[in-house]
Structure formats: C-alpha cells, structure tokens
C-alpha cells in the first residue's frame, strides 16, 4: 500500500481564495475591511519569521494587518494595556499575540486580557472551556487543531464512531484537538509521555493525530493499515547533503508509515499552510460577527 499524500498546502490555497472572495463580497457590500492585529515581544527570530507570513498572508486576501512590536524588556502592565487599546479599536477584528512570550511575562494573564471576541487563535480560556463543554460552541477554535480535522474530512475520512489516537497534550494542539475528534464523535484517545504500550495504543487507531515534538518517533510499524495520519510535528534534524545544513521532519517516520497508511500528511507541506488559513478565517468570521 501507499498512502495518499494529504496535500495541506493545495487545500490551504484553496481556503485563502475563498476568504478572498468573501473578504472582498463584505467590502463591495459596504463593510468594514477585517482587520488582524499581531502583537510581537521580542526578537525571536522564528517568531518574527511567523510574524511575517501571517502579515504576507493578510495582504493576499485583502484584510488589513496592524503590527505591534515590544522590546522583551517590556512591562506586563504596558503589554496588557495595549491589549486593552486592540479590543477597544472597531478597526480590529482580530488579535493575535506571537507565542512564545519572553521570560517575565505573565503568558496566561495576556491571552486572558485578549477579548473572546477578538480571539481568533481560540487560546482564550473561556473559548477552550467552550470547546470542552457538550452543548457549547466556542467563538473561535483555534487554528492548528482545526486544520487537521478539515484536512482529515477533506482527506475522506469517517471520524464518526472511528477510534482516534492524539499524541501530544499541548494546550495548543494536542488537548484542543482531541476535543474536535470527540466532537466528531470519534473515541478518543490522548497519549503522552506516561503512556504504557504507545506502540501498541497507536496499532488500534483509524486516525492517528502525532503533536509530540520528537523528530521522526512514530514508526511506520506503529501505523494501523489503512490509517489516516496528520503529522502536526515540525522538527529539524542534520542532514549535511543540504545546502542549509538541515531538513524539516515530523514526528513520524515518514517514508515507513507512507507504505502503511490510508492517507498522510507531509512535512513540510501539511498542517503548517493550515494554520494560517484557519488564522484568516477565523478574522472574517470575526468581521462578520462585528456587523451583526
């Protein structure tokens, strides 16, 4: 068998079209413009490289971007009360706060400043609480997690009733996802570092979800036949045949587990182009949310 590979950076592309289209529908209807504010602490240089794409990718479906720069040495007071400003600003819909922060600053104390309504990374404690209660819809859920369940349905997956395997339990991916398989009413199983018998564990899953952060774990003798596979990890390892003296694997061995799954992400090529797509959907939905 090999698998069909999951082409997330196609998918994506058709996704920034779409927001296109409507972003442009809202401002032909006379509507304010959706616009993404991004907060960035310090001189991460990867943070600045993400900081970057999500502005590069506003542009190219015509939402207004607004950057905020703050030295690492700056204040928790003056961080949350620029926060305050976003929220209180009509021409913003969106905030996004570049995780992660510098030491010294409160991480949970500034995504709790962040409105609910302008959360569009779906970090917001109450969003979260949302998503993990029955009967509750979040406002926003965040990006990274809902790619792989749109990656999944594109991918022709049946997640009602199928068992599900996540490996990770990270806020920012491993537990919100688990939470949208449940919510698909897959059974849904959450593994970690104190999982007895992983291999074992990830044998019995139809769709296995891999957010661990370790280079090339998952084997491809761990992989059910058939299974569906999203590999969130995005890891580099030393390869001195490239010219940048590096590769980009996931935390699946990929060339094992292509001849074993039903369907596979790659990496890179993915997950990675779905989270900025979600990012942007979810700042329309706030715009149209504003105008109601």
């Avoid at 993404?36 to 479906?61: D, F, H, M, W």
């Avoid at 580099?236 to 590096?246: F, H, M, P, Q």
Wanted: charged share 25%.
């Amino acid at each position: 068998m090999t698998a069909k590979i999951i082409n997330g950076k196609a998918i994506a592309v058709e996704l920034r079209q779409e927001i296109a289209r409507e972003v442009e529908q809202l401002v032909s209807a006379g509507k304010p413009r959706p616009g993404l504010a991004t907060v960035l602490i310090g001189e991460n240089p990867a943070s600045q490289t993400y900081v970057r794409a999500k502005r590069k990718a506003c542009a190219q479906v015509g939402i207004e971007s607004f950057s905020y720069e703050l030295p690492a040495t700056v204040s928790q007071e003056k961080v949350e009360e620029l926060i305050r400003r976003l929220n209180d600003d009509p021409k913003i819909h969106g905030i996004l706060v570049q995780l992660p922060l510098p030491a010294g600053i409160d991480g949970e104390r500034v995504l709790r400043a962040v409105s609910i309504e302008k959360d569009v990374d779906g970090f917001h404690p109450i969003n979260i609480g949302r998503l993990a209660q029955k009967g509750r819809e979040p406002l926003f859920v965040p990006c990274t997690p809902a790619g792989c369940i749109e990656l999944l349905k594109r991918a022709g997956a049946k997640l009602d009733g199928a068992n599900a395997v996540v490996i990770g339990r990270s806020n920012i991916v491993g537990m919100p996802v688990a939470l949208l398989l449940v919510r698909e009413n897959a059974t849904t199983t959450i593994c970690h570092s104190h999982t007895r018998d992983l291999p074992g564990t990830c044998r019995k899953a139809d769709v296995l979800i891999a957010a661990i952060g370790r280079p090339e774990m998952i084997r491809g003798d761990w992989i059910k036949p058939g299974a569906y596979v999203i590999d969130v990890g995005i890891n580099r390892i030393e390869d001195s045949t490239r010219k940048r003296g590096y590769r980009l694997v996931g935390d699946v061995a990929f060339d094992e587990a292509v001849d074993v799954a039903g369907a596979i992400t790659p990496v890179p090529g993915g997950v990675g182009p779905m989270t900025i797509a979600g990012l942007l959907r979810n700042t329309l939905r706030s715009a149209k949310r504003s105008q109601v």
